[in-house]
């Protein structure tokens, strides 16, 4: 297949996977806003099933306390994360189109922040901040650009991913409702505080702060994120030829463990848009009140 020559002399043959992502061109620009330890594994996921325009945010720089989760090397301690990931890609497949932003997205100009969300055909939503994800959340419903959303709980002991489909399912705002008021969901509460914390958020009034999961607590949430963000993608794209199954679900929240044991559970919903939403609903922002259906 002379398509698939020109990609393997690029330097990425798909051809043992193409009966997966199908006649899709694959050339959708995602934008992914958090290169940690969640993100960076979903950039590595999508840039080797076939994806290579990437737009990639992140301020940080990696460090030693990075390295018990993070899949970047030792020698890169002090690099801008953005820039491993940069030439991570470049490294993986030269055919690879990167914008890297060594920036905090929520400190970005306005009139920078349109231009990556004109640009953008998905947004993946990777970042550990709280404020951060209901910004994206917010710029990708009043843009109507799809986006997805991980993020692991406290301690490792489960995780979120979620999809947003404009128009079509609810945003992280309504998953935040619904979630208060649904049983048996993988929460931050599932995890002991520790003395470390007590120490930091109590001690030193550190309100950011949290104990972390183990690098293969963080890596079963960025493998689904990944997973769901290709099925996104591969939709967004009108792929046919492709073996994978619809994807009807838009939230999936796995619990790991808890303090009883092991249990790797999913809970899988189609999540719905609740009119009376703040962020994405049919009704006034004054009229709307938390969780009213």
């Known amino acids: ?44 996921h999508l840039a080797m099933s076939g994806w290579r325009c990437f737009t990639l945010i992140d301020h940080d720089v990696l460090e030693d306390v990075n390295l018990v989760k993070h899949p970047a090397q030792r020698s890169d301690l002090g690099r801008l994360k953005v820039d491993v990931a940069a030439e991570w890609l470049a490294d993986r497949n030269p055919a690879s189109e990167v914008t890297a932003l060594a920036a905090d997205f929520l400190k970005l100009p306005a009139a920078d922040v349109d231009k990556i969300m004109a640009e953008s055909d998905l947004v993946v939503s990777a970042t550990d901040s709280q404020e951060a994800r209901n910004v994206i ?29 404009p128009g079509q399912s609810g945003c992280y705002t309504c998953l935040q409702y619904i979630a208060d008021a649904l049983d048996g969901l993988p929460s931050d509460h599932d995890f002991p505080v520790t003395s470390e914390e007590s120490e930091q958020l109590y001690g030193r009034s550190v309100t950011s702060y949290g104990v972390a999961g183990l690098s293969a607590d963080i890596a079963l949430i960025a493998a689904m994120l990944a997973q769901v963000t290709i099925k996104e993608l591969l939709s967004i794209e ?56």
């Open 1 to 44: 297949m002379a398509g698939e020559s020109a990609a393997a002399a690029l330097g990425l043959d798909r051809q043992r996977i193409r009966h997966l992502t199908g006649d899709s061109p694959q050339r959708s620009r995602v934008t992914i806003i958090g290169l940690g330890s969640g993100g960076f594994p979903v950039m590595e």
């Open 137 to 165: 959340n917010e710029l990708c419903v009043r843009t109507s650009t799809p986006m997805t959303m991980g993020l692991v709980h406290r301690g490792g002991t489960g995780g979120t991913v979620m999809a947003y489909r």
């Open 238 to 293: 009108e792929a046919a030829g492709t073996v994978l199954p619809s994807m009807e679900m838009t939230w999936i929240a796995l619990q790991v463990r808890s303090t009883d044991g092991w249990e790797w559970r999913p809970t899988m919903i189609d999540l719905p848009q609740i009119d009376s939403c703040p962020t994405c609903g049919l009704v006034p922002d004054d009229e709307a009140g938390p969780g009213q259906p």
